[in-house]
């Protein structure tokens, strides 16, 4: 009889199905391994990189170029006077002056005004002086008084006829006839807006007289007449306009 209980008792345990200890794990299922997403990843890092290193480095590619100072008139040369270096990002579209070859732009001129800050390419200068079209450039032989003082290159002037003669002409007196061709003293500008285009340094070799003074203007073709025949007599005299 003990024997069969025991028997019973564990068959009766063997029976019951078994419980985990308590705290332990479940077993969890393998993982599965996606080389293919790990060598995206790897491949997107890479590039990345790469593409800041090249930014890093297309930020340092500068040149050192040339930069207009002082407003530099068609016709006119760089100086060392009119010109600075400066530092720009390289870019093989945009024709750059380097200032390594600033001795050979010295040789050229400008085709038109390049205005102050302005960074040079080579489009801007060539081996020649050229006008724009409907300009003419008159010279000025003029004294002390006929110009304001300080009058320095591209500064915008109106040209007036001045003279004991306004307002009569020698043909008046010895004919009667009345012409005024030679009336130069008027209210009225010969020109409203010439350009100053050269003015000599003192004690310069345009200076004519201890007094008398060179100065180039460039005008409307028009005006160019009128003013060359006042400038031949003497009687012209030039003032600041606003534009300057």
């Known amino acids: 009889m003990k024997i069969q209980e025991r028997t019973g008792a564990g068959n009766h345990r063997s029976a019951a199905p078994a419980q985990p200890a308590m705290g332990e794990r479940l077993p969890a299922p393998p993982r599965e391994r996606k080389p293919a997403l790990a060598a995206l990843a790897v491949l997107l890092i890479l590039v990345g990189a790469l593409g800041a290193t090249m930014l890093v480095l297309r930020a340092g590619d500068r040149i050192e170029v040339v930069k207009v100072t002082k407003d530099i008139q068609a016709g006119e040369s760089v100086t060392d006077s009119n010109v600075t270096s400066v530092m720009v990002s390289a870019d093989s579209g945009v024709d750059y002056v380097e200032w390594s070859k600033l001795g050979s732009l010295k040789k ?96 310069g070799d345009a200076t004519i007289s201890s007094t008398n003074k060179q100065i180039t203007v460039t005008v409307d073709e028009s005006d160019a007449a009128a003013l060359t025949r006042a400038a031949a007599a003497n009687q012209v005299s030039l003032v600041k306009v606003p534009g300057n």
């Open 108 to 203: 050229l001129k400008a085709k038109s005004t390049i205005f102050k800050g302005s960074v040079a390419v080579g489009q801007m200068f060539g081996p020649k002086s050229t006008l724009p079209a409907g300009k003419a450039v008159v010279g000025l032989s003029l004294k002390e008084g006929q110009y304001p003082v300080g009058i320095k290159e591209g500064d915008v002037v109106a040209a007036y006829g001045v003279g004991d003669s306004a307002g009569s002409t020698p043909s008046d007196d010895a004919t009667g006839s009345g012409d005024t061709s030679t009336d130069t003293g008027s209210d009225t500008p010969i020109v409203t807006d010439a350009r100053v285009t050269s003015v000599p340094d003192a004690g």
